[in-house]
Each structure stands twice: as structure tokens, then as C-alpha cells.
């Protein structure tokens, strides 16, 4: 199972980005996949998440209102679409799916969203 995450990138406060997640070795569908965040010097946090075949999504407090979640089946990808940044969202976002444990167990290369004030 591979994911490979892209779309971040450095914008202003107020600004949009949208990040996408291809999957390769499993379906996504039947997956719970999702993006979580590091920013420096502070713990990784779940931002989103989406089980598409339960019509399932989570967001964290922070995010709720201006970022969404989503996922094209067919494409195997799920994207986060990321409305009025602020500087606090900056870090680096990664892609997840759970596993057999249900825990995140793959996981892509992270991308690094930078909002400057």
C-alpha cells in the first residue's frame, strides 16, 4: 500500500490549498483515510478523516467550517480542500489509512503548508 500526498504549498492568511492523496494497493472506498498534521515543535493531530462506504467523515474543532474532506472512488484519491488558512495551520500534512488494527497504519510522505500572516 503506497500513498503519495501533494497540493501543499506557501499562501497567505485567508488564502486556499487543496491537498490530494492517491492511494495505489488497496481500495480507498473501503478505507478510512485520512489527514493529519504536525507543526513544529508540537504534536501530530488529526485534521479530517472520511470512510467513504460508511458516508463517515470527521473533523477536528479547529478545521470545522473551512476545511472539507472528499474522495473520488474512481480515481482512488481523497482530497482536503483547505478554505481561509491561518498561520496556526501551518505545517506538514499528512495522508493516512487505517489498517487490519484499524489504527493508521500507511502513511504518504508529508506536505508542508505554510500560511504567513
Known amino acids: 500500500v503506497q500513498l503519495q500526498a501533494s497540493g501543499g504549498g506557501l499562501v497567505q492568511a485567508g488564502g486556499s490549498l487543496r491537498l490530494s492523496c492517491v492511494i495505489s494497493?488497496?481500495?480507498?472506498?473501503?478505507?478510512?483515510m485520512g489527514w493529519l498534521r504536525q507543526a513544529p515543535g508540537k504534536d501530530r493531530e488529526s485534521v479530517a478523516s472520511?470512510?467513504?462506504?460508511?458516508?463517515?467523515?470527521y473533523y477536528a474543532p479547529f478545521v470545522r467550517g473551512r476545511f472539507a474532506i472528499s474522495m473520488d472512488s474512481a480515481k482512488n484519491t481523497v482530497y482536503l480542500q483547505m478554505n481561509n488558512l491561518q498561520p496556526e495551520d501551518t505545517g506538514v500534512y499528512y495522508c493516512?489509512?487505517?489498517?487490519?488494527?484499524?489504527?493508521?497504519?500507511?502513511w504518504g510522505v508529508g506536505t508542508q503548508v505554510t500560511v504567513s500572516s
Open positions: 472520511i470512510k467513504w462506504r460508511d458516508d463517515f467523515i
Open positions: 493516512a489509512a487505517d489498517g487490519p488494527s484499524g489504527d493508521y497504519e500507511y
Open positions: 494497493g488497496r481500495t480507498a472506498s473501503s478505507s478510512t
